[in-house]
């Protein structure tokens, strides 16, 4: 049973930057086989697609509400999937989800059916 652990959020101000973390562990297969993804969910809103990215990184997908601040990233040998979060608002408050897809390959990354297995969530807080 694969087990995704997020950390690196807290209380940054507008304008500042996080960078959160996903470690991976307890799979059977290699974590190169998941597709991997950040999904969000503020107070009252559904769960959102914020990030994915494929098993070698050679697809990538933003909301278009983060595009060109945050980037996504995997190292596979860590077993670890990252978050940049750049320029933030008040907008990105939210609790932020790490997800696994345990088929590596399978399109589109933005959909949270795909998505078997999730982490616990790290608060990120954007004042103003």
């Known amino acids: 049973q694969l087990q995704l652990v997020e950390s690196g959020g807290g209380l940054v101000q507008t304008g500042g930057s996080l960078r959160l973390s996903c470690a991976a562990s307890?799979?059977?297969?290699?974590?190169?086989?998941?597709?991997m993804a950040w999904f969000r969910q503020a107070p009252g809103k559904e769960r959102e697609f914020v990030s994915g990215?494929?098993?070698?990184?050679?697809?990538?997908d933003y909301s278009d509400s983060v595009k060109d601040r945050f980037t996504i990233s995997r190292d596979n040998a860590r077993n670890t999937v990252y978050l940049q979060m750049d320029s933030l608002k008040p907008e990105d408050t939210a609790v932020y989800y790490c997800?696994?897809?345990?088929?590596?390959?399978?399109?589109?990354?933005?959909?949270?059916?795909?998505?078997?297995?999730w982490g616990q969530g790290t608060q990120v807080t954007v004042s103003s």
């Open positions: 307890g799979a059977s297969n290699p974590f190169s086989t998941y597709a």
């Open positions: 990215i494929n098993w070698n990184g050679g697809r990538i």
């Open positions: 997800a696994a897809d345990r088929i590596a390959s399978r399109l589109p990354l933005t959909d949270l059916s795909h998505y078997d297995y």
